[in-house]
């Protein structure tokens, strides 16, 4: 299987999957428990952090984690980590809005 995987070039793909697939036996039950992998491209492994308190605790421990996805995948396979916080909720409605104003404040008095 392994031949046949070298003879096609799927390492590459292979490498990507193993990313989400392995990402709890990478950084660890607690981490991945708090923490999801959404894309991985050209080396780069985005991750979506539950909170901005993990978002900076991954930030931290992105080279470590860097390391051992090379270890785990193959060198080279992961250059760098990029951490997103949770996503937070909109003002802004529609096609117009004022631009320069006070932001939500602005409707309630």
Known sequence: MAELVNQQGWTDQLAAQRVFTDWAGVVGPDIAQH????????????????????KRELQLLAPR????????????????????????????????TVRGGRGPRDTYG
């Open 65 to 96: 984690i860097v390391a051992r996805l090379n270890d785990e995948l193959g060198q080279g396979s992961v250059t760098r980590i990029e951490v997103r916080g949770p996503e937070t909720p909109t003002w802004r409605h529609g096609k117009r």
């Open 35 to 54: 923490s999801t992998v959404e894309g991985y491209a050209d080396t780069i492994v985005h991750v979506r952090a539950a909170s901005t308190a993990w």
